[in-house]
Structure formats: C-alpha cells, structure tokens
C-alpha cells in the first residue's frame, strides 16, 4: 500500500473487465471497506471537466454576498434543499458548530411521480443559471457511478448484484457543495468539520482544493486522506454498516484546520451522499449476523434512521 492511507482500486476492471478481473475488484473493494471503510477509486466514470465546472460555479455562488445568500436558505427543509449558512451544522456529538457553509442538491422527480411528496423542489439560484444545471449533471454522474460500485459491493456480499438497484433508483442522495472560508482569527475549538461519520450507504467524493481530511485508524491514530489526481474517495455511511451489522465500517473522519499560515486559504469540498428511498429496509442482513457477531441493530427504515440523525446533528428540529 505505500505511503497510502487507504488502498486504491480501478472501477473500469469492473464495469468492462474480464472475469477476474471483476472478481478481484470486488474482493479488493469490499475488503478495503470491512477493514479501512475508505478506498480511492480511479476511472470512475464522473467528467473531470464536470467536475472542475461545478467547483468554478460553486466558488461564484459562496463569493456572492451573504444577503443574497441567505434568500437560498430555506425554511421547515432542515437543508436539504438550497443553501444552510456558516455555523449551523454541528456533529452528532459535538455542541460546537463546524466552519463551514454549503448548498445542497436532491433527488430529481417528475411532478407527477408517485415520490414527489417526499422529495422538495431543488432551488435555483437566480444569479448563477449555470449552477443548477451543472449541479444535476454532476448528480446524475454520481449517482451512476455510485450505482456500479453498490453492484460490487452486493456482489462481495452475496446477495445478488442488483440488491441495491430498486432502493437508489430515485433515491434520496445528496450533493452538498461545501465551503470552508477563510478562518480569520484563532478558533475557540471548532474545526472545520468535526469528528462524524456519514449516515447514507455510500459518500463519494471528489478531490477537495486543498487539504485536510483525515480517517481515524484502527489504531486510534488519524490519517491524513491525499486523493491522486483523477481518483475519487468513497466511504461507507452508516446505514451500510448497519445493514452489514459492522461487517462493513463507517469510519470516523474529519476535516482539520490547515496550519496557521494557511489559514487565509479557502477549502471548497464536493461530497455526494447516496441514500436509498425512505421505505428501504435497512434491517442487518441474515448472513452478517453469527454467534460471534450477533445482531448489534434493532430494525428500522433509511427514513427513520435519517430523520433520527438529522436531528442528531441539529438540522432538523
């Protein structure tokens, strides 16, 4: 592995490899994940250039002043549409908000899909057209990627690689541009992100413009995660370690502060949360759960579990 914090696979050998050529991608995938809960994935699928574009539009809109800003903000939609300001998300078990502001994209439905009620409007922003339609595109390419690599991931579990296809397809994802401004004057405690774990199946994210995420280590040590150029990171969120009842790791990571004369440096960071649809159960799968590793989870659906977390992390009241 080198001076690698986490293992590196290719998803090309999967998507048009030969048969062991995908046989050893989903051994290398799904043990990366029980054992770091992290990887970096090359020929991944998302346009570099889409990409670039969509962090170009996203440095526009958090350049914009904070009075136009905060007309994105939304109220009763615990942001999960538009735009939540600096200060307000705060992790699961931490009373200090992090340093950050972000803007956040959903799942696309038709008005007349049996699903719309549970899916708001996405919000347009009206001084950069360019930023919803680059937004949807890059969702759209997330969501496809992220799609290959759950039908690895079943595979590596054995329960057929379409198990996850019906549950993401119109799925509750997320795409949350995010900003780290500037930090200005010594910090009381709050980093920038804080210690967390992600509650969706999957996270991938791309190439941050500068550094600091760091995964907490088996040992008690934090990493420091360096994506190559071209790779994706992807993680595993909480519902799969659920669902796998441990088998599969939700590993604690963060975002720390850059060292003191890096701090007049913004970070702007592009994470896509993949969730399933609400009703999907996410009850600890029969094969994870043995005499040695008995079921640690009670039963509930992705929507409980991530309104009972929204709340945790003080986005929804």
Not at 291 to 305: F, Q, R, V
């Amino acid at each position: 592995m080198s001076n690698r914090s986490i293992p590196v696979v290719d998803l090309s050998n999967f998507t048009s490899g030969d048969k062991n050529q995908r046989e050893e991608f989903v051994q290398n995938i799904g043990q990366s994940f029980h054992e770091f809960g992290f990887v970096g994935v090359l020929n991944h699928g998302v346009p570099t250039e889409l990409v670039d574009a969509f962090y170009n539009v996203s440095k526009k809109f958090f350049s914009l002043p904070v009075e136009i800003k905060r007309k994105y903000e939304i109220d009763g939609l615990a942001g999960q549409r538009g735009y939540t300001a600096f200060g307000k998300e705060h992790a699961k078990h931490s009373e200090v908000a992090d340093l950050k502001e972000f803007f956040q994209l959903g799942q696309y439905v038709d008005q007349n899909d049996p699903l719309k009620s549970e899916y708001p409007d996405n919000v347009n922003v009206a001084e950069l057209e360019e930023f919803s339609v680059l937004g949807k595109q890059l969702y759209k390419a997330f969501e496809k990627s992220g799609g290959m690599l759950l039908k690895a991931i079943a595979v590596y579990l054995g329960i057929g690689e379409n198990y996850f296809d019906e549950h993401i397809e119109k799925g509750n994802s997320i795409l949350r541009s995010i900003h780290y401004p500037p930090i200005t004057s010594e910090p009381s405690s709050a980093i920038r992100s804080e210690q967390h774990e992600d509650i969706n199946l999957i996270t991938l994210l791309v190439g941050a413009s500068a550094g600091g995420l760091q995964i907490l280590s088996n040992e008690g040590k934090w990493l420091d995660i360096v994506p190559e150029e071209g790779e994706i990171v992807i993680n595993v969120g909480d519902m799969l370690q659920r669902m796998t009842n441990n088998y599969l790791k939700s590993t604690t990571h963060r975002v720390v502060n850059p060292p003191k004369e890096m701090w007049h440096v913004p970070r702007l960071s592009i994470p896509f949360f993949l969730h399933p649809k609400s009703n999907m159960d996410l009850s600890c799968l029969a094969s994870c759960i043995s005499e040695t590793n008995p079921k640690h989870y009670s039963d509930i659906t992705a929507g409980e579990y991530l309104d009972e977390r929204l709340k945790e992390i003080g986005l929804k009241k």
